[in-house]
Structures are given as structure tokens and as C-alpha cells.
């Protein structure tokens, strides 16, 4: 890359963030003091409704079943921290993060019709074990990077004076609480505004309420109040926790782990167990009681634009998401406060984020009527992931590379993208498609960006839930996988070249 190229990537990269979130953020504030129209006080007042009394106690529920589907998620992600901070080579390393990342493909609201078929009882219960299942890779990949990057050495250190338990908890004890907790933060919020899983367990969550608001009231305000209660502790929460944690990590020295050629078999294998729970098992439970190829027949001839179109915009969004990931964090200033902006993101609704971009785009009728606005829609929601991915990779980047890039006139954000991203484009790939896979998943800034040219796949889904049809879900299920295959069968391959 010249340095043209990289001042034009770096340009559209910053387009990109003022065009999706910057813009639409501030349309949406603007709309919000706008002097309203007679009728608007009542509107208003209803929202205002929605922070108290019944709202309220909903809100504390949802809190609390976030709270206990992050604590799940990181437990069950444990062999995985495990699989991947323990550095192997790269035939194993490519085959394990394609294994780990497999999950995320099902939407969950597939997991949770899944679940439902073998677990009855609580829907609590369910919502947090669906979380737990569907989230797990995230804090996997993330929590084991930090491993790699910090604790490989301890480890090995630790096991020469005691068993391999001990000293995995002498690793989680020293070098990964603080990741550990960031991720928790990062699922408990992802979770509080999630519309879906809890909607498959028969369940009225608060972002429930925030998306009827949002789809209700011609009034962006409206919204905005009635999901101050969710934003406001949760703010207050990431900026103390980075204030705390953030300025001790950041001193932190990370050292590149080394290849190892062992394998860990009992945690490969648990790995594995914990991959079948979270999709085979889901996927059977939808499968076991219909005509499967007739299903797919009648769904592929009846939805295939629409699965086109959605898989279409959800990847051009997850390229989007990471190309802007590069570019932020390749600005020393930003990278500096990356942990922090990325857990503000994370904590907006999708029904802020929807009410956002249609205040922004409403007046432009040819992005308002165009797929453009669902692709705008999922970049804004999901930005943050490829801010995540970035900022993950540059902390694994090899500081003497960079400092002789450096030496040799190259800027810091030039040195950054070429000699950093350019020898981590496969864990890129791997952003690209978790980004395509939450895409895929968002219910409800979809619900308030939908365009008139297809049917987003989260919305066929929660229509044939609603009228019982599982065959159809069963089948849409079964061709994401299909497509996903391959998607993850190149990732596995780069991931082996790139090592």
C-alpha cells in the first residue's frame, strides 16, 4: 500500500464513520429539540410512561437476565479461552477459530426455537442459556487473545509448580480478569437491548417496550426518553470501569506468544461438546419432526431474494464495519479511548440506532427507498465490533515491526495499517463474518430500516415464528449453514497461511 492508497483508505474509512454513526447521531439529537407539534406533549408523556412503574420493574428483570447471560457466556467460553490462548500452529489455530466462530452464524432466535424444543420449563431460564450458547465465541476469541498476548508465559511458568488447573487459575487470576470483565461489560450490554432471544423464549423484555416505542411514535424524543433508563446506568457503568481498568491495562506489556505444536485434546474436545450444544443440538431440535427437503424446496423458492438480498447486505455491512474498525484505531488519539468508545457503542438500542438513521436519511429518498439504508442501519448498530477486532490486533502487533516501519518515514496510522492489519487479514476475516452474522441476527434496528425491495431474513423469521410455521425456520436455517460453510472453510484456510 502507497501512501495514496492509504490517505484514500483512510478517507473512506472516515466517510464512512461520519456517514453511519456521526451524522446519524446528530440528526437524531437535533430531531430531539426541534419544537414539537400540537399532540406531541401526550406522546411525550406516554414515553416518559415507559421509564416507570411496569417499565421499571421490567427494566430491573431484563438487567438481571443480561447480567446472568454475560456471567453464562463467559463461562461457557472457558475451553475456548482455553483452545485459543494456548498458541498452536497454524493448521490447529485455523481449525479451532473456524470451529469457535461456527455459532454465531445460527440467529439466535433459531437457538432459542432450538433450546425450546429440549428444554422446557422457565423461559428465564432459556433466555439466559440461549445467550450463553449464542455468545460464547465472542468472549472466546476476545478473552483468549488476551491469553495469547500475556498469559502464554505465565502459564508455562505456572505449570512447573503445579497441575495444569492451577495453573490456568494462576492465568485468570493475574493477566485476564480485566479482559474477562471487559467482555462481561460487552455482553452485558449487548444483551440488554437484545430484542430476539428473548422474544423466542416467550418473554417481554425492555428492549421489547423500546422497539414498540420506537415503531409507535412518529417522535424520535419519544424514543430517546423512554431508553434514557437503559443508557443512563450503563453509561455511568463503562466510563467508571474504563477510568478504573482501562488506564492500568493500557500499561500493560503484551508479549507475542509462541507457536507451540501441542495440542490441548481434553479441551479440543470440550470445545467441540460445547459447539454441538450451541448449533447442532438447536438446529436438530427444529429439524427433527419435519419433511426437511420439501421444507427447503418450498423456502428456497419462496425466499430466495429475500436470503440473497439479506446475506448480500449483511456481508457488504460487515466489510464496512471492519474497513471502518482499520481506519479509527489506526488514529492514535482514538485507539487510545477504543476500549471505552466501543462499550458506549455497544450499549445504544437498536431501536436508538434505527430511530437515528431514519432521522438522518428520511429526507433523501434515494438512500431512504434503497437496501443502502439496511446496510447504513447494520453499520451503525455493529460498528464497534470491527473498532473491537482492530484495536485487539494492534495490541497483538509486534511493536519492534512497527517501530522500524516508523524509523523508515512511515507515519504511525501508515505503519498501522500496512505492516499491523496487513499481517493479521485473516483474524479481519474473521470480523467480516461475525459482523455478517449479527447483521444477519438484528431484529430490531431492521424492524425501522427495512426497505420495500426485500425481506430481511431476522423479520422472515420472526413471522413464521409467530405463525407456527417451523418448517420455514427450520429450512432458512439449514441454508445460512450452507452458505456460512464456505465462508468458513476459506477463513480456516487463511487463518493457516497467515500463521
Known sequence: MTQKAFAIFMIVGIGLLLATVVYPATMLTAKC????????TTAIDDARDTTGGFASSLFLRSAGLAALGATAACVFALPGIRLVGGTVNARQFGLATSLIIAPLVLPPIVIGLGVRSWIRGVSEIRCVIVWGLWCWPIAALLVGGAWARRGHQLYEVALLHGGKFKAFKSVLGSVLVRPIVGVWMLMFALFLGDYSVPHSCDMIAYATALLSEATSSPYPVATVIAGFPLLAPMLVAVVVAYLVGGRAEASDQDEPAKAQAGFPRVTFALVLAMITVSTLLPTYGLIRNIALIKAIATTWELYRTDIAYSLATAFIAGLMIVWMGICVTAIAPIRRIAPLLVLIWAVVPGALVG??????????????????LTVIGYVARFGWIGVLLAYVVVKQSDEATMGAAMVDGASTGFATCRVTFANHWPTMCSGVLIATAMSLAEIATTTLVRVPVFSPVSLILIEKFHRFEDDILAAICILLLVVACPGIAIFSLASRWGR
Open 33 to 40: 429539540f426541534e419544537s414539537m407539534p400540537e399532540g406531541t
Open 355 to 372: 430511530q437515528a438513521v431514519v432521522a438522518a436519511y428520511l429526507p433523501f429518498d434515494v438512500i431512504y427507498s434503497h437496501w443502502m
